[in-house]
């Protein structure tokens, strides 16, 4: 079974200890710093990465994190402060597997960018090439 979650609510113990018992949990995390997030994701309430960070470390590694790959004003996943300081979370997570992805129907806003495959492919090729396990899917 899996179960697909944005990872907010994780470090509430019963939803912790739920997703324990699942075979795919799959965890959210689409930027690096807390100004990304509210770039692309525009979370409600007190959303902090830092504590989502915390969160994921406590599944030990066994889960499937999962990450879309876009441009938008003011974010572009290939760009260097947003990829690098991703990579250092999955490097410091290890998570099981990493499914990357990108926008994949029409859009609400003017100025979204997809990626490629290929591309996506060549930003976390040093990632692959460390050993991690990654799905991409454009």
């Given at each position: 079974?899996?179960?697909l979650?944005n990872?907010t609510?994780i470090?509430?113990?019963?939803?912790?200890?739920?997703l324990?018992?699942?075979?795919?949990?799959?965890?959210?995390?689409?930027?690096?710093?807390d100004?990304?997030?509210?770039?692309?994701?525009?979370?409600?309430?007190?959303?902090?990465v830092?504590?989502?960070?915390?969160?994921?470390?406590?599944f030990d590694?066994?889960?499937?994190?999962?990450?879309?790959?876009?441009?938008?004003?003011g974010f572009?996943?290939?760009?260097?402060?947003?990829?690098g300081?991703?990579m250092?979370i999955?490097?410091?997570?290890?998570?099981?597997?990493?499914?990357?992805?990108?926008?994949?129907?029409?859009?609400?806003?003017?100025?979204?960018?997809?990626?490629?495959?290929?591309?996506?492919?060549?930003?976390?090729?040093?990632?692959?090439?460390?050993g991690?396990k990654?799905?991409?899917?454009?």
């Amino acid at each position: 079974m899996s179960v697909l979650s944005n990872a907010t609510m994780i470090g509430r113990k019963e939803i912790y200890d739920a997703l324990r018992k699942v075979d795919k949990p799959i965890l959210k995390l689409d930027a690096p710093s807390d100004e990304l997030v509210r770039i692309i994701n525009h979370p409600q309430g007190d959303y902090h990465v830092e504590d989502v960070v915390r969160n994921l470390a406590a599944f030990d590694g066994d889960f499937i994190l999962q990450t879309m790959f876009l441009r938008a004003p003011g974010f572009d996943s290939s760009s260097p402060e947003v990829l690098g300081p991703w990579m250092d979370i999955v490097r410091k997570l290890r998570p099981r597997e990493i499914m990357v992805y990108t926008i994949d129907r029409p859009v609400p806003g003017e100025g979204l960018g997809k990626f490629s495959g290929e591309e996506m492919r060549s930003l976390v090729q040093p990632l692959i090439d460390e050993g991690f396990k990654i799905q991409i899917k454009s």
